[in-house]
């Protein structure tokens, strides 16, 4: 309720006849190319007025010593006139050093990127039909790559944006190549041309890129790029290590001139040639990983990348021989017979030779790689901004990857988005400008125009050792290194992940990685501990007979506190808490068995009817030969309750173990709960109690799951009417009408209902005169029973009828009723003579006064 204020009900309800109106309301990984996956958190935006509603971390702008900026919406928009990345340490450059600087970093870059662009093409295009076209597939790739550059050069919010061809993406694609290969020799054996598998192929692939980008976009205007971060890291980690099995496998068929695509095909190594061709690739690759782990600078990759190429032309030249005989013997690949220009190169896009029929089996593997390159990018996104130090909007962040994809699609290109290492290398520059990435667009511009063709002069060896970077960076991150990680069910899943699409395939391999991951949360939702005992008892004022009765037969009311979802999977739980906590004495325990062996129904012939364990005496209540309901149908018997607390030093005071006469489900933590739940729980923990006379009582019930119980008949209906188990608003509301219960079975009305008749005028005036304080200050010591005359100076200060009548009204108010709200005049001081009333206050305000007050 919005408004304060109290209304009457009467005592003992068994249920209120109106439910309750108002509802309780209810790390980023980065990575890069080459497995770098530091963890993080994202940054967090500014609270105007100087105080922060959440601690600041390290990477937080105001500990860096940033100027707070307030926004509602973070987007950081940088311009080249910004300071986003000027340090405060840093030498200041003249006009002249900068433009230096930043020339060198976009040689840098591009020195990196090229031969990283030109291994990824040897990726997708691993399969051997490929190969006489290898030189005109690397220009069509390093065009993709151009274009994902200049549009996040234009379009990030990131000055030193680099984007490039990504290896998130390129997976799918090359297993869209082989499937598509795959189906042709199926359809035609080897009676096909190349042209139109080049064709097809080409053509799907730019389809799938520019469908991606239009995807992300939507997905970016739409806020929705928390969703695609639902994918499972653990599966994303499998992904991301096959990744490096992938280019591992694809660089040995590179090196090879093998057809590599499965673990059978290793065998093919075994050659001598094979082995003496590949071999100096992998120790390259080894030897550079070994050398980038140890020492942490931006030149260590250019150079050695250089000294790779100093090394094999160094050899052919103390060895005395030629390029040509390097090629003979397969370490360089042949050089085309007439190089393309671009536009014949474009001449692949034949659209009288696509065979579109092999469009729709590649819908499969687009939806998974939709979901891997937007989950992929968020985590670059999310590394950068760890680095940057600064928020980000992820939304328009995937934007810009969506855009870039579109573009690329559209000119024939490939998937791509952040480069995170490369990203990263150009902002530890504090260079804020966007002419780095102009100058590795243009550059690779140029190679793509140069008349030669560059893998026609540098070795295999340099792009296998490329490759085989790739592959331990990937393999060594997300096998071995995320045993610290994560937890060890998830790390079990990123090995299942992989093995799954290595030895499966690819599609495959993502949905048993997703199935997988699926029932690791259910488990892990299970073994949480969701099921507590509480020991409470109800917020009732009652006097100090009651309090001593209720203290001692407190254990004879179990309440279990349910929480989060209640599901199939939860519900086995649930029963066994149910079993465990519920004692009976092993009399009963015989006969229960008895009627369950006998086919006797274990409900009771009315659901109101006085059950002997409930009438029984306080005196019956204790006995140590109790066991809980979990041995009812075992051989053994379970004396004793390890849950209760033991008797101790002070005799009456103590706690003892009773006979469970109550049981309370409290749904108030409780978010939902399926049919499947309430029928195998709910309904079986009813017909368990009922066997055993022990009375099921559900409080705080949501209405979704209020309506299920009682269409399965586990609760009574809205009129009180049906078989079903009573049901109260609150807990504490549950709680008094068990304690009622107990005291009426020990023969004592409670206080509230044992007042004076409304009826009897004189007993009214009587109990207010001993309610109200006397004109010094005390209060009556003679009670309502006794006839004792009074002197007459008591005489005098008697509240009769006709005084009373002057300063008191007397009201008798319906349930529902309601007798003040928040707002309302003060017209007066309400004393309850008899009832009891419940008081309702604001959700802000019950929230704060602990379970039980709701608004």
Known sequence: MDSTGATARTPRMRRSPVSSLLMPESPAISRSYDGSTPFSMRGLPQVPGGSMKTPRHSYHPRRAGVASVSMDDVVVDVEENSSLLRSKDGPVLTPTQRKIKIGLYGVLNTVILVPLMISFAQIIFRDPEFQPYMNDL??????????????????????????????????????????????????????????EVLATTLFTMAVSTAVLGAALIVTGKLRLASFVQYLPMPVVGGYLAFIGFYALEAGLSMMTAQSIKEPADWIKLADADALMLSVPGVVAGTIIFWVNSRWNHMAVMPCCLAAMLITFYGLLLVTGASLDDARTAGWVAEPPPSPRTITQIYGFYDFSKINFSHLTEQIPTWIAMYFVVAFSSSLDVAAVETALGKPLDHNHELQTVGISNLLSGLGGGFTGSYLFSQTIFTLRGKLDSRYVGLIVFFLEIAIVLSPFSIIAFVPKVFFGALQMLVCLDLITEWLWHARNKLLPREYGIVWLTFLSMVFVNLELGIVVGIIIAGFNFIYSYIATASVHRVMKRSRVERDLRERVLLQNMRMAIVTLELEGYIFFGSSVKVMDEVRRHVLVTNTEKQEAKTSTLSGASPMLSRRHAPSPYVARSLNDSFNDDLTTLDSVFDDHEMHGYSSTPKAGKNGSSALHAARTRYFILDFEKVSGVDATAVRSCFNATKELLAQHGIALIFASVPTDAERLLRVHDVIEKEDGSGTGSLVFDTLDKALEWCEDELLVSEGILPLSESAPAVNEEGQRWQLLDELLPRPDGSHRKNDLGNSKPRSSEDSDSILTRELGEMYVTHWLKQEGDTLYRAGGLVNGVYFIGYGKVDVFMPSKIHEGLGPGFRG
């Not at 379009?155 to 189906?183: E, H, N, R, T, Y």
């Open 138 to 195: 690397v220009k069509l790739v390093l065009v993709s790559a151009a274009v994902h550059q200049i549009c996040f050069t234009c379009v990030s919010s990131l000055p030193f944006a680099m984007g490039q061809v990504q290896d998130a993406g390129l997976i799918f694609l090359s297993a869209m190549c082989s499937s598509i290969i795959k189906s042709l020799h199926e359809m035609r054996g080897d009676d096909f041309s190349m042209e």
